[in-house]
Structure formats: structure tokens, C-alpha cells
């Protein structure tokens, strides 16, 4: 069969951006075209990750990944475990397909994982420590009869729930509640 040309390019996955030590979100997804820009199907398409620093290993715990390209042209290297190493990284990316080959780098970042900040934004208050909360239920011949609830922040003051009255139930008697 006659050579041909072949051409490689990233579709997914250049310049992502993951946390150290985290697993990828999103795979890289590479098209391979012969020389008129049309797919190839059967080329054989090899990802490797770097040997040392940032990078990582691909789902079978490995640095290299051997894929082959669909009717569509493409293949795709997903759930890379990242390591521990912050920093830019190159993934190296070869198809070849009938003597041809082709090849390219798609640039991959760690970033140092962030711990949570204390005092940042969002919807956690203050107020929001410190919650108690009593669920009572009565369990008569293995049924239960019922129950109650409340929620006490530190302040003393009850949040949203109206405040139970004491219940007693029979002899011997049981109290529940404020007294």
C-alpha cells in the first residue's frame, strides 16, 4: 500500500489544568487525517507521559497508553492518575498507520492542591456551628409511636424549630424536652 501522509491534532484535553495528586476529569482526545484532512481508522496512536516530575501514570498504572483510532479518526487516553508533582508537562502523542507517522506534544499543568481557607466565601456561617439536635421516637410492640426534634445553636436560641413542650408518657414517666 502506498504511503501516506498523516496529520495529528489535539480535539480535547491541551492546556488542561488539574490538582496534584488528583485523578483526570477529561481525557486527550487526538484526530488522525491523512493528508486531504479525511479520518483514518486502524492508525495506531501511542500517549506517553513523562518519566520524572510532574505528570502521572494512564488507568492500567502505566507511563504509556497504545490506542487505535476509530472510523472517526480519534482516540482518546482517559482517567490518568495524577502524582504529587505541581508543574507543566508534556504529553507526547504519536500515530502511525502503513509506514507514515506523525506526532505532537499536548501540554498538561498540575497545580499544588489548595487546602480550604478559614474565613473564605460561601454559604457556611458562623452560626452554623455548634447545632444540636435530639431525635426521640417510642417504640412500642416494635412500632414507633413517635417522635420529636430540635435544633439548639451555641447562642442558646433555636433555629427555625419551635421549641417542644415537656411529654410524659405513663409510668414510669419519661421527660422530654424543656423543664
Known sequence: MAQTALRISVVEGDGAVYEAGSRATRGITVLVADGAGNPVQGATVTFTLPRDGAGGTFADGGKTLVLTTQADGKAAAWGMQWNHTAGEFEVRVTAAKDGARAGLVCQQYLKEK??????????????????????????????????????????????????????????????????
Open 114 to 179: 489548595t487546602a480550604p481557607q478559614a474565613g473564605g466565601s460561601g454559604t457556611f456561617q458562623k452560626e452554623h456551628h455548634y447545632k444540636k439536635w435530639l431525635l426521640t421516637g417510642l417504640v412500642v410492640g416494635g412500632a414507633v409511636v413517635g417522635g420529636m426534634a430540635f435544633a439548639k445553636g451555641h447562642t442558646g436560641q433555636t433555629n427555625g424549630v419551635a421549641p417542644l413542650p415537656p411529654a410524659s408518657i405513663g409510668t414510669p414517666t419519661i421527660t422530654v424536652g424543656r423543664q
